[in-house]
Structure formats: C-alpha cells, structure tokens
C-alpha cells in the first residue's frame, strides 16, 4: 500500500510539474477593438493616409492590415491580396522620400 | 469637411468605394465602458475579501495550528497562492478604470505571470486537497501508519508546485508585454504578445487549451472521483458526524462547479472560434461581456475557499477563535494567556480514537 500511495504521490507531482509548466494565461476575450474581417472592395490609393498592423500575434486574433483614410475610417484588409501588397509598397516608398 | 473621399485617383478610376463594402474594427467601446465601471469595483471587493479570509488562514497556521495533516499543509499554500493572486487584482483594476496600462513592462510581465500561476496553483491544490481527503477517509485504515510519511509526500508536492510556479512565470514573462494596440497607438496594453514568426492562433489556442484542462477538467476530474468515493464510504460509515461531513462536501463541489463551470465555458467556446475569420462584432461584444462577468465570478472562488476548507472545519475554527482571544487579549492586557489555549486543545482531543472521525471533523461545521 505505501507503494501504491507513494507511487500515486509522484505521479502526481509529475502530472502536477507538466501542468504548470504548460498553463498560462488566458488569451480569451479582450475589450480592444479588432479586425475581425477584411474588406471586399479596393480602396483607391488617393484616400489612405497611412496604416497599421494587426498581427495575430498579438492580442486580437487574425493579421489584418489597418488602412487610415482621409476622412478617419479605419479600414480592415487583407495582408494577403495583391492591392493590400501594392499599396504599402507605395506607402513605404513615401515614407522613403519624406526621410530622404 | 466631410467630403474627403478624393477623386483625384488615377491608379483605379472606378474603384470610388463603397461604404458598405469596407470593413472596419470591431469598436467595443461598449465594452470598455462596462469594464471601466464593473471591474475595479468587482476586483476591489474580490481582493479585500481574498485578502482578509486568507491572511486569517495563514496567520492562524503561522501561529497556533502547526500545519499537522497533509490538508492543512495544502490549505496553508493555497491560502498563499490566493492572497499572491489577489494582490495582483489592483493592478488590473487600475488597468481596465484608466483604459490602459500604465504600471510599465516589468509589472505587466510580473503581475500577468503571478495572476496565472497561482491561479493554477490554486485549481492544483484543490485537487490534491481532494486526492488527500481521499487517502485519509476511504483508505484509512490503510494510511494509517503513513501519516507521518505522507506529511513530508505534501511538502514535497508543494515545493514541486511552487518550484514549477516559478518555472513557469518564464514563460508567462516571454508572452506578456506592454505595448501599444494597432488600432489606437497612443494607448498602452498589457497583452499577450509572441514574435512574428510564431504562429500566433496556434499559440493562443495552445495556451488556452492548457488553461482549460489544467484550470478545470483535470482539478474536476479530481474532485468527482474523490468526493465521490468519500461520500460512498461515508454512507456506510456509522459516524454521527457524517451527514454534516457529506453537506459540506456537496457544498464545495457545487461552489466549484457554480464558479467555475460559467468561466470555462466561455473559455470552450472561444477556444472553437480563435483565429477564425469574419466573426461577428455583435457577438464578439456579447462573448466580452460574458467573459469579464464570468471571470470575476471565477476569481470569488478565492475568496470562498477560506470558508469553505478551513473555516468550515470544527478545529480550525477552534484555533482561529483563540488566536483572535489572544490577539484581543495582547491589545488591552498587554499580556498573553496561553491558558484558553490548553483548554481547548483537551477539549477538541479526539472523543475517539478512531481515526476517521478525525478526518472527517474537517469537514464539520
């Protein structure tokens, strides 16, 4: 019996060690504001005023570029497609030649 | 001043978007609003009840029941990994009152880690307080030359717990940050944050999925096999302490499964939709909303287990009374008496000696 008992107290420690080491944090709900989907249209060049990053690695969950356009929206897209691509290409060239 | 939507694009002539086409951030500024209020009062009551009950706990321990039987030794640590987790409660209370996080990287890394830790720690011990109460009644006659031995098996268990605690907090450390959210840069969050070449949701869902089963399924699985076998042998036990004993048990399952069982839920339910796309705002507000309430009532259990392992038993209560007695008697005698402690400890010496109503009076009321 004390074999069983004491072999049964150190499986338990052992389960009780991988646990812990495993567990976290929850990386549940938050109260931020998120892109949860992207958008269906192209948005013309001459709006975007600039952008943001959404990456799934942190606290909202999907990658997701944030377009800032002209008039305050914040426009969700996908970092993905093609137009998304050519436009931070253009923004960063812009950003290139206002540092120069 | 609204006209902004400029004409001038030659890239794309045709493509003058369609507001209903784009889509925009989730705005859960509802949210926030709801948290900004119910939090801080939520988490002020959970810490100063928390903080109250288990100090009592440990000072009661520290000073007149010397830690005896494997339970009291789990108590004693639970008692710790809950006043360490509510210590930490401030901190978000300030957090989610000021809609950001303002206490720096350190501290966001320190209080996230501790939060979980012992959070899990606490879920731990409840098990093994279950695994123990187990060992002492249905195999009783069994442990009884073990007793002593399996008092240092506790000591171990704790030390390995706390060991792995600490082990732990590394990598609490690595994935919280304090950094600003991409959709309002001026503010500070205190967050889960991987690098980018992780994959983000399969981290996440990892993370949640282990809080899941190490926070709820295995601490329950614990406690039904257990309890279960307990309450069986307790039936046919001829001991007129065992319809309390059996009440009291019923009663810490069902506080278990009432805290607990809401919380989990929504973390099930979270952990099936994570990463997916086109998820609905509405909903996405309502499972926030759900989360947050759930959450502190999760977060209660800390203060409830005070009452419902230690104070709820005949001799702790007994302990407790004389160390406050004497607390009284410091203050305005300026002088101790140890006598109401003698005379108690010949009045609460076992009318039996049977050991199993010696286990079974921790559960007396």
């Known amino acids: ?100 | 001043l609204s006209n902004t939507v400029e004409p001038n694009t030659t890239d794309y002539p045709d493509y003058s978007y369609d507001y209903t086409q784009i889509t925009t951030p989730c705005d859960k500024s509802e949210v926030r609003n709801f948290t900004k209020l119910f939090l801080p009062i939520a988490y002020s009551i959970i810490c100063v009840l928390g903080l109250v009950g288990n100090i009592f706990v440990v000072m009661t321990f520290a000073l007149y029941k010397k830690a005896k039987s494997m339970t009291d030794v789990y108590l004693f640590n639970m008692a710790i990994a809950d006043i360490l987790f509510v210590l930490t409660l401030p901190f978000w209370a300030v957090n989610y009152a000021a809609e950001k996080w303002i206490f720096g990287d350190f501290i966001c890394k320190i209080s996230r880690g501790i939060y979980a830790i012992n959070f899990n720690c606490g879920m731990l011990l409840l098990a093994f307080i279950s695994m123990d109460r187990y060992i002492a009644i249905v195999q009783a006659t069994k442990s009884f030359k073990f007793r002593a031995r399996t008092l240092g098996y506790s000591r171990l268990i704790c030390l390995v717990v706390w060991v792995s605690s600490i082990l732990i907090s590394c990598s609490t450390f690595i994935f919280s940050e304090s950094y600003s959210h991409s959709i309002n840069e001026t503010r500070q969050i205190c967050e889960h944050r991987s690098s980018k070449g992780t994959k983000g949701t399969m981290l996440k869902l990892l993370l949640l999925g282990m809080q899941l089963l190490f926070g709820f399924f295995i601490p329950l699985l614990f406690m039904v096999f257990c309890y279960t076998f307990i309450v069986k042998t307790l039936v046919q036990a001829q001991n007129s302490k065992r319809n309390k004993a059996i009440r009291v048990i019923v009663l810490i399952v069902v506080v278990f499964l009432v805290c607990q069982i809401p919380h989990n839920m929504v973390l099930l339910v979270t952990a099936t939709n994570i990463g997916k796309l086109n998820k609905q705002c509405e909903s996405e507000k309502q499972m926030a909303f759900a989360k947050y309430i759930t959450e502190a009532l999760a977060f209660l259990h800390c203060c409830l287990n005070p009452v419902l392992y230690a104070f709820i038993g005949v001799k702790f209560r007994s302990y407790f009374v004389n160390m406050m007695k004497d607390l009284w008697c410091l203050r305005y005698k300026k002088y101790k008496t140890r006598s109401s402690r003698i005379s108690s400890d010949t009045y609460h010496s076992r009318q039996t000696s049977e050991i199993m109503s010696d286990n079974v009076s921790s559960f007396t009321m």
């Open chain 1, 1 to 100: 019996m004390t074999n069983f008992i004491s072999k049964s107290l150190i499986l338990a420690s052992l389960i009780g060690l991988l646990v812990l080491y495993l567990s976290g944090t929850s990386e549940a709900q938050n109260n931020q504001d998120c892109c949860l989907s992207y958008s269906k249209v192209r948005l013309p060049r001459g709006v975007i005023r600039g952008y943001t990053e959404q990456l799934s690695t942190e606290v909202c969950d999907i990658n997701a570029i944030i377009f800032h356009t002209k008039n305050g929206l914040k426009v969700c897209a996908n970092p993905e497609q093609r137009w998304v691509k050519r436009h931070l290409l253009l923004l960063s060239d812009k950003l290139k030649k206002m540092s120069l």
